[in-house]
């Protein structure tokens, strides 16, 4: 038995997905771009796709413009709101991911920006306080602020902050890649000028997702050349990648209630088990608080001895898939815990569930840590 409980870095294609891509990789190859049969099939289905991810999240099809993955979707957000909004201050939080963070580092080394940072507590918590003082004191920001944290899943609340960052005047961007196509989004309240998407993180192919640009907010190009994407991202189009983009979405809102309640209930299982056969185990950030963080994601911090060495290769070992944190920054210690200030020298693992993993699974994993604990202290 293989167990896979790190969805938070990347998620099992749903087969469904598969059967609405296959076609697009062996039928309709055309480029869309060309003026002919095969290539207006492509453009068709691109322009379906689009309207279908639209109407899921209450947009206009002119708001989503297909990238990569979150990660262009994140720089293209920020460097437009630089370069043609004239943004010279940038605030954000110190657990984004390296996507936003890595980008803003560059734009205030070069002198672009000034960066703030929103002052947070130990549990990863923002002070929109301190959020509310930095716009008041700083005309024309960007705020920057994810909806869910990667690592120890704290939600933050994208709502209110987008209602403060309009009495502000402020532009508003949410990486939402961890909880798209896991909470619904609807865009025409939700107070943001963009949002980032990958379709990985919800059971889609990996190299596609998209940025949402609200209607009257100028992009910048980040990719030149030809006329894709209404001449705002160049490059043939990832067809079949689109393809498999709007159904991962389309079928994650069929039942994404029904998916929540279940995953929650492992995620609560998981908690129960290392609470009671694991006895020094703590939880990072709001991870194990059902309403503060999100249900994919639980980040354990469990005790340390000279025996137990490194966890997630005796986990792996024994076919048990975590990480330790993002998956984008293996080998290095989690920006993330060092900003709340949790201890980096005990063992912490981020487990990350989907609809695809059963009780069974959560069992067997405890079991096994449980196992090593004890062979430790006989």
Do not use: W
Not at 91 to 106: C, M, N, R
Not at 211 to 217: E, K, P, S, T
Request: charged share 20%; aromatic share 6%; net charge negative.
């Amino acid at each position: 038995m293989r167990i896979y409980l790190d969805n938070a870095a990347t998620t099992q294609l749903d087969n469904e997905v598969f059967k609405a891509i296959t076609p697009y990789l062996l039928e309709f190859y055309g480029n869309p771009s060309s003026h002919h049969a095969h290539g207006r099939e492509a453009k068709v289905a691109i322009d379906g796709a689009r309207a279908t991810i639209a109407d899921l999240l209450n947009a206009s099809p002119n708001e989503i413009v297909f990238t990569s993955g979150g990660t262009e979707a994140d720089n293209t957000a920020i460097l437009s709101s630089v370069r043609s909004h004239q943004i010279k201050h940038v605030i954000t939080t110190p657990f984004e991911h390296h996507a936003v963070l890595h980008t803003l580092e560059v734009l205030k080394n070069n002198g672009e920006i000034k960066l703030s940072f929103i002052n947070t507590d130990n549990r990863g918590n923002l002070d929109i306080n301190h959020l509310d003082d930095l716009l008041r004191d700083n005309k024309q920001s960007l705020v920057s602020v994810m909806h869910a944290n990667n690592e120890i899943g704290n939600l933050n609340n994208i709502e209110l902050i987008g209602e403060i960052c309009k009495s502000r005047g402020a532009l508003f961007h949410s990486d939402t890649v961890q909880t798209m196509g896991h909470y619904r989004h609807d865009l025409s309240k939700l107070k943001t000028h963009f949002i980032a998407a990958s379709a990985h993180k919800f059971h889609g192919p990996k190299g596609v997702g998209f940025l949402y640009c609200r209607d009257g907010v100028q992009l910048s190009q980040l990719l030149h050349g030809g006329a894709q994407e209404r001449k705002l991202r160049a490059g043939t189009e990832n067809i079949h990648g689109i393809i498999g983009l709007a159904k991962a979405l389309e079928v994650a809102y069929s039942d994404i209630d029904g998916h929540r309640v279940y995953i929650q209930s492992l995620k609560n299982r998981m908690i129960a088990k290392l609470q009671e056969q694991i006895g020094d185990v703590q939880f990072n950030g709001n991870s194990a608080i059902a309403d503060k963080s999100l249900y994919t994601v639980l980040n354990a911090s469990l005790p340390v001895s000279y025996a137990t060495g490194d966890l997630l290769t005796y986990l792996d070992q024994h076919n048990i898939s975590v990480s330790g944190g993002s998956a984008c920054s293996t080998g290095s210690v989690s920006h993330v815990l060092k900003a709340i200030g949790a201890d980096t020298s005990r063992n912490n693992i981020r487990f990350s569930f989907s609809k695809f993993n059963t009780a069974e699974e959560i069992d067997y994993t405890v079991e096994r840590l449980s196992a090593l604990y004890k062979a430790v202290a006989a």
